[in-house]
Structure formats: C-alpha cells, structure tokens
C-alpha cells in the first residue's frame, strides 16, 4: 500500500534561518506532489506541485522554492525564512492520471521566531 | 476553472443532532467531488469522494454526501453528531484528468468549515 512520510512534525526557527521539509511517498511510482500550506483562519493555499523529477511549478511568488530530486522525493526549501512563513505545512500526493484525490501526509508545525 | 463554495465557515450542533455541511462548486468539466475532515495538528484525511458513480456516497465515520448536479451541490450530513465529529471539514473539487495533458486532477479545496459538537 501507498504511504507518506513528511518530517519534522514541528520546527521552531529564527527569522532569516534557512528552512528545509522533506516528503517521500512509497509504494507507488510516478506520483504527483503537492506541497500546501495552511496559516490561521486562511485555508489551505497550494505553493507548488510536481508531475515529475525536476518538473516543479509555483502556485504563488513567495519566500519558498521546492524541489524534486527524486521520482518520490518533495522538499520545500528557504533560504532566509520570515515572519510570515511560520504556518502549518502539508505534503500530498495523488495518482499520476489523477482526479481520484490526495493522500496528506501529518504536516509540519512551523513557527518562524 | 473549478470553486468551491462552503457555506458557514463555523458549524455547532449537539451530540445526537444532524451534521449538514453545504459544498457548493462550480466546474467546466463533469466534477470529481471529495470531502477531507482535518483534526487538530494533524493531516486532511478522506471521508468520501464522488466519481460519477453513484450520487449518494457513503463515507467513513457515518458520514455521507449527495452529488445534485442540478443545485451543484455537494453537501455532507451525518444522522447523529458525537463529539469525536468535532474538526474541520474541507469540500473539494478536481476537474479530473486528461489524456492532452493540461489537467492532472488538480483539487481546488474551500475555505473549510469548522465542526463544534456541544454535549
């Protein structure tokens, strides 16, 4: 069966530290990724999705990249975090011919001090 | 493009009463339709999820929804709240997958509904 992995579950950094969450999804091939983040009282606002190794696009300009180094690997970096990245972040995946809906992943608790 | 509508932003009922949570949406394309329950720190995981089968889909926990293409609804209810219902739900649409390539089954969610269950 399909599984996913996200870690840290929480992370406490300093303004204009770097930032890196890591994502892996087993026992399927090809997935799409998806990386999402949730702020108070916002909903979920999608950052970046993936339907292959390197293949990366931005839903919205901000402080973060992510990058797909491998066919099941997702990481959601920053070079220098702010304020306003602190917020709860969460990985998914759906089947490469999609339309059948995500798997999450448990999310990361980011609070940028 | 696809939206998604959740009427009320925040739910309270008393254990034993109806849970109804309104979805509405909005698709060019015949919709993929699920619903995502979210508890505290934790996940979305999924309740249920509409692919043109059957219009009444039943779901984990109780829960159940109805595909009304002529209302284009979606909403969700559950006969009797317990306090474990207590979360936030989140409708949400896909516009499915294309052999062309421009559509991969991307999910446009709402904006969530918070579910407050009172004893």
């Known amino acids: 069966s399909q599984t996913i992995h996200q870690w840290p579950a929480t992370l406490v950094q300093p303004v204009g530290s770097p930032l890196s969450l890591e994502c892996t999804v087993e026992?399927?091939?090809?997935?799409?990724l998806y990386w999402y983040r949730q702020a108070a009282g916002r909903g979920l606002q999608l950052l970046f999705y993936?339907?292959?190794?390197?293949?990366i696009s931005s839903e919205v300009p901000q402080n973060l990249s992510a990058s797909r180094p491998q066919d099941r690997q997702f990481i959601l970096s920053s070079k220098k975090l702010l304020l306003s990245d602190s917020g709860f972040y969460l990985c998914?995946?759906?089947?490469?011919?999609?339309?059948?809906?995500?798997?999450f992943g448990s999310g990361t608790r980011l609070t940028v001090v | 493009a696809q939206s998604v509508t959740q009427l009320g932003s925040h739910v309270s009922v008393s254990e034993g009463a109806l849970v109804l949570l309104r979805c509405n949406y909005s698709?060019?394309?015949?919709?993929?339709l699920f619903w995502y329950v979210q508890y505290p720190n934790q996940g979305l995981q999924l309740l249920l999820k509409?692919?043109?089968?059957?219009?009444l889909v039943k779901g984990i926990n109780g829960f159940e929804a109805e595909f009304k293409k002529s209302e284009t609804s979606f909403h969700l209810t559950k006969p009797s709240a317990h306090m474990s219902d207590a979360a936030e739900y989140f409708c949400?649409?896909?516009?499915?997958?294309?052999?062309?390539?421009?559509?991969?089954?991307?999910?446009?969610f709402g904006q969530g509904t918070i579910l407050t269950v009172h004893p």
């Open positions: 998914a995946w759906s089947a490469a011919r999609g339309g059948y809906g995500y798997t």
């Open positions: 026992g399927t091939s090809n997935p799409n």
């Open positions: 993936s339907i292959g190794i390197d293949q």
């Open positions: 698709s060019s394309v015949p919709p993929y």
């Open positions: 509409y692919t043109s089968a059957a219009t």
């Open positions: 949400a649409v896909s516009d499915g997958w294309n052999a062309g390539g421009t559509s991969y089954g991307k999910l446009t």
